[in-house]
């Protein structure tokens, strides 16, 4: 690890600073210039002392005469001090990877699971082993599935994801478990303009061989809605590329290596394919029935999407043009206009995508996952903290910045205060200076708090959502915490419902009421419930 010399001028020390804890009279300004000055010399990765690393991404590889050059060691050393830490105290290790997005805790996940494996592997042919090719092929599935090209970042995660890697006593791999923290189902049916949907249906469309095409009705990528092609974007960034066919075959491979057999595969095309058709079905109403309700207008979609789900095609268009509710206590059915249907259609899609990630990881847990392992190293990366601009900030990004907020409270608390007790037990706290910060524990006690803390309000008004509303919602919040520095309440939006907004610590988010009680619930609809139980994939 190198470290500035006297004789050095500052530019030069800062430029040699791997570890900014080396260096003297500590301050927001000089850790900056430090980086910035290790950024523009490629040197993109700096220690804060022995337990923490900073980043920044270059968004590029590094190359020298055509060829890749190594990443710094780093990142390596990290992955490898928690590696040999756990085996020599056998004690767990976590390694938590938190920014903005775009910031690359994907790819430092990545590197610090490779560098992981390359350690604990054992012999080949033996369990280790076999897990050091399953482990990659299953991030390469779970990111087909849960990654999406966004404005910032042309692999962005949008889910939270915690990988549990567990060890034998003599520190060797033996299995890998996987957890999902809230996936942006929303983005099925709707995207930020110049974003993409999730990268698997770009890799069905792109490389389904014309067999597949025929037998799952897939026309040109510019026929789906779901695929959100009208965008002032270009198409090459926007829409299917060049190696999207590419990573299809990679992926049949990956699906392959962690057990899933060709039927599964073919269902799992089969259910992608029923989604994509069911954002393409339009509703409209019939006066010549008796019931004044929405009716599928392209009745050939309907029989594709029916075919493919194993359900009856008047079944499939009566769940989508009706919803069951519950009304002074008792259930009635509510006749939806196509407006409703429509929403409806996505809702359901959303379900099916939603439902099949979720058996993904399932699988892979009950393929890869060890009951009697004895340690672990636990790697949690969460998408960055969101804002958005081209929509109302919804509940989906309000989760997200709850739990990065939760995520910087600790490590702030690891940073700063974890070894105070300690120094103060060796009677030693006098010699060491106190550190100022900004602690976030005021805005993670206004989300969280129990009672009154902004979630806590929330739950109770979804449990009596018959009788509240998002305008009741942030009353409640306003009443509580109206007085509160990290919150404030706005004005109503467009679509006239009211706003809040969060201080978070990395900056002010203004939220919408729009579908913050029914988005809370997060209940499966008891009709579509009832509608998939009668369903049947055929593959």
Known sequence: MSRPSAGMSLHQRLEAASDISGLSCISEDLIVSCLRKRFMSESVYTNIGTNSLVTVNRHKLSRHNGKQVSISTSYFQLANNAYYHMKRTAQDQSILIGGETGSGKSENRRLAIKTILELSVSNPGKKGSKLATQLPAAEFVIESFGNARTLFNPNASRFGKYTELQFTDRGCLSGVKTLDYYLERNRVSSMPSGERNFHIFYYLVA????????????????????????????????????????CFEQL?????????????VAQTCQLLAAIFHLGNLEFTVDHGRDVDAAVVRNTDVLGIVAEFLGVQAGALEGVMSYKTKLVKKELCTVFLDPDGASDNRDDLAKTLYSLLFAWLNEHLNQRLCREDFDTFIG???????????????????????FANERLQHFVQKCIFEAHVDEYQNEGISHFVPTVSYFDNSECVRLLQNKPGGLIHI???????SHKKTGHSMVEAFGKRWGNHSSFKVGVIDRSGFPTFTVNHFNGSVAYSAEGFLDRNLDALNPDFVSFLRGGRLHG
């Open 207 to 246: 490389g389904a061989t014309q067999e597949e095409r025929q037998h799952l009705h897939l026309l040109d990528k510019t026929q789906y809605r779901y695929l959100g092609q009208r965008s002032a974007i270009p198409a090459r960034q926007n829409g299917v590329q060049d190696d999207d066919a590419n």
């Open 252 to 264: 049949k491979v990956a699906l392959k290596t962690i057990g899933l057999s060709k039927r599964h």
């Open 379 to 401: 790697l949690f990366d969460l998408p960055g903290p969101q804002n958005m601009t081209s929509r109302p900030n919804s509940p989906d990004q309000f989760c997200i910045n």
């Open 458 to 464: 929330m739950d109770d008004q979804a449990r009596r």
